[in-house]
């Protein structure tokens, strides 16, 4: 492979390689960093200049209305909390199913097994979905937000391959000094874990906090709104935020400028999580999906 690269087709390959890819990064960030530049913009640059990357007048008025927005900082609170507890919900239900399904004297393992599968390549609906936790009585609470997706069988499939691949010389070892299961998943195999923990964690935490449609569909109560929800109503109505803080009422607040501020609100917690995990992400995949 080296050697391959280190030919005249292979230089000219990476060289046209690198264009492409670092073309593809620029169009890709563009977007971005316009919405960054337009957050710290004034109304009137927003409407007269339809692209820029740095602002004529830096702003910091958008930021200073949403964050004095009680239905801003509360549903700010709400996707934190969610996040935290839904990950934490789906990390302990993944783990616990997969550790048992890895262990090849389980009883009924295949017929468990068999049903994940099933579960991977079919699911309810959002209708019978919806009935389910509507007849659990969830509606309307922040549970309708974490527990219907407490298990993705597919990752459930690549926690179980690492599990199944860990050396039996350890369970082994750990059965002779008197460990339990409890005890072996917990202080063995979760340890020697970390790589694959850290990757699922970001897969977690990443969805739920981009997660729209469930707001949408169990919560009508608009005081218990994401902030992905909250964020669909203020691009549709820039009264959606209503700021009662700001009591002036010549006051007119940044609607363009605003919009913008809670998109970048709204991503940047995971980008900053985002670099702390990216050294477990490429090991944590492999390591699951290739063995098996």
């Given amino acids: 492979m080296h050697t391959m690269h280190n030919t005249k087709a292979g230089k000219i390959f990476d060289f046209f390689n690198i264009i492409f890819l670092s073309f593809l990064a620029i169009i890709m960030l563009l977007p971005f960093l316009y919405v960054i530049a337009a957050s710290f913009a004034t109304e009137a640059e927003i409407a007269t200049r339809p692209f820029f990357l740095i602002p004529e007048t830096i702003t910091f008025e958008a930021y200073r209305y949403i964050f004095t927005t009680p239905a801003f900082m509360r549903s700010l609170m709400v996707t934190i909390g969610v996040t935290i507890g839904g990950t934490l919900i789906q990390l302990f239900f993944t783990f616990s199913f997969a550790y048992p399904l890895s262990r090849a004297k389980l009883k009924g393992r295949n017929v468990l097994l068999n049903m994940v599968i099933f579960a991977m390549l079919f699911s309810g609906g959002m209708i019978p979905t919806f009935l389910v936790v509507k007849n659990l009585g969830l509606l309307d609470t922040y549970w309708a937000l974490m527990l219907p997706a407490a298990i993705n069988p597919f990752n459930l499939m690549i926690i179980k391959n690492f599990f199944?691949?860990?050396?039996?010389?350890?369970?082994?070892?750990?059965?002779?000094?008197?460990?339990?299961?409890?005890?072996?998943?917990?202080?063995?195999?979760?340890?020697?874990?970390?790589?694959?923990?850290?990757?699922?964690?970001?897969?977690?935490?990443?969805?739920?906090?981009?997660?729209?449609?469930?707001?949408?569909?169990?919560?009508?109560?608009?005081?218990?709104?994401?902030?992905?929800?909250?964020?669909?109503?203020?691009?549709?109505?820039?009264?959606?935020?209503?700021?009662?803080?700001?009591?002036?009422?010549?006051?007119?607040?940044?609607?363009?400028?605003?919009?913008?501020?809670?998109?970048?609100?709204?991503?940047?917690?995971?980008?900053?999580?985002?670099p702390f995990l990216q050294k477990h992400f490429a090991k944590g995949m492999m390591i699951g999906s290739v063995k098996g």
Avoid: C, H
């Fill in 164 to 274: 199944q691949e860990m050396p039996l010389e350890l369970e082994e070892s750990a059965r002779m000094d008197g460990a339990t299961e409890i005890t072996i998943l917990t202080k063995i195999f979760l340890p020697l874990s970390k790589p694959i923990l850290a990757t699922f964690t970001l897969f977690y935490a990443v969805g739920i906090w981009n997660d729209f449609m469930s707001g949408l569909l169990y919560l009508n109560d608009s005081t218990k709104w994401p902030i992905q929800l909250l964020l669909r109503q203020i691009t549709m109505s820039s009264s959606a935020l209503n700021n009662t803080a700001l009591m002036d009422p010549n006051y007119i607040p940044p609607e363009q400028g605003m919009k913008f501020a809670v998109i970048i609100v709204a991503t940047l917690p995971i980008l900053i999580v985002y």
